[in-house]
C-alpha cells in the first residue's frame, strides 16, 4: 500500500478564497502529479513535477498553482476559488524503480459556493 | 499519439458472475499496463500491472488481466464478482521514454443480486 496523504478530504469555501490542498508521500518519489476529476469522469492531469524545483502544467489547463520546495511535499493552489473549480483533487507519486506505477492518494473533494 | 481506449462506459454484472473489462491501446512498443479501481469518493488503487514476461498477471482482490500483443489490449477479469465489486476501473497505459502516463475513460461496474 501506498503512502500518500491529502488534506483536507473534504473542503467546503466561498468565491474568492484562496486555498491551499496539501499532498505529501513518504516513498521518497521523484514524481508527483495532481489529477482533477469530476463524479464519474475520467482523469485530467493538471499539474506534475520531475523532483524539488520542477513543475509542469499537465493537459488540462487549470487556474491553481503548484510548488514543489521538498522531495515529499507537492501544494496545490487556488489564489482566487470560484464554483468552477468544484471538483475531486487527486494527488499521485511514481518512481521509475517501480517501473513508474503511479500511487494515489485518497483526494480532497472541493466545492466551491 | 499514445492513447488508451475503454469500449464500455458501463457494465452491468449479477453477482456471481463472471466479469470482463475491456481495454485497448496505442503505442509503438509495448507498455507498461495497470488497472485501477476507485471506489466513490475514494482515490484510485492500483489492482494489477504488466511490465514483462508473463502474459497473464494476477492481482489483487481475484483479478486478472492478460495482455495480449496482437490485439494491443490488456484485458481485466475476475471468474466470480462481488457486490463490493462495483466501483469505476481505470486501464493505464505508463510510456517509460518521456515518463508519460495516458488513463482511460474509465468503465462503471454495476452489482446487481
Known amino acids: 500500500e501506498a503512502d500518500i496523504y491529502q488534506t483536507p478530504r473534504y473542503l467546503v469555501i466561498g468565491t474568492g478564497k484562496k486555498i491551499t490542498l496539501e499532498c505529501s508521500q513518504t516513498?521518497?518519489?521523484?514524481?508527483m502529479y495532481w489529477y482533477q476529476q469530476d463524479p464519474g469522469m475520467e482523469l485530467h492531469l493538471i499539474h506534475y513535477s520531475y523532483g524539488v524545483n520542477s513543475t509542469e502544467k499537465g493537459d488540462l489547463s487549470s487556474e491553481s498553482t503548484v510548488s514543489r520546495i521538498r522531495t515529499e511535499h507537492f501544494p496545490l493552489t487556488l489564489e482566487s476559488a470560484r464554483p468552477s473549480h468544484t471538483s475531486q483533487y487527486l494527488c499521485?507519486?511514481?518512481?521509475?524503480?517501480?517501473?513508474?506505477?503511479?500511487?494515489f492518494g485518497e483526494g480532497s473533494w472541493l466545492t466551491v459556493v | 499519439a499514445q492513447s488508451v481506449t475503454q469500449p464500455d462506459i458501463h457494465i452491468t454484472v449479477s453477482e456471481g458472475a463472471s466479469l470482463e473489462l475491456r481495454c485497448n491501446y496505442s503505442y509503438g512498443a509495448t507498455p507498461y499496463l495497470f488497472w485501477y479501481v476507485q471506489s466513490p469518493g475514494q482515490g484510485l488503487q492500483l489492482l494489477l500491472k504488466?511490465?514483462?514476461?508473463?502474459?497473464l498477471v494476477q492481482g489483487i482482490k481475484g483479478f486478472e488481466a492478460e495482455f495480449k500483443r496482437s490485439q494491443s489490449s490488456f484485458n481485466l477479469r475476475k471468474p466470480s464478482v462481488h457486490w463490493s465489486d462495483a466501483a469505476e476501473y481505470f486501464c493505464?497505459?505508463?510510456?517509460?521514454?518521456?515518463?508519460?502516463?495516458?488513463f482511460g475513460t474509465g468503465t462503471s461496474l454495476t452489482v446487481i443480486p
Open positions: 516513498m521518497g518519489h521523484d514524481k
Open positions: 493505464a497505459v505508463g510510456v517509460y521514454a518521456g515518463n508519460q502516463f495516458y
Open positions: 504488466y511490465f514483462s514476461g508473463d502474459t
Open positions: 499521485a507519486s511514481s518512481e521509475e524503480a517501480s517501473g513508474n506505477t503511479i500511487y
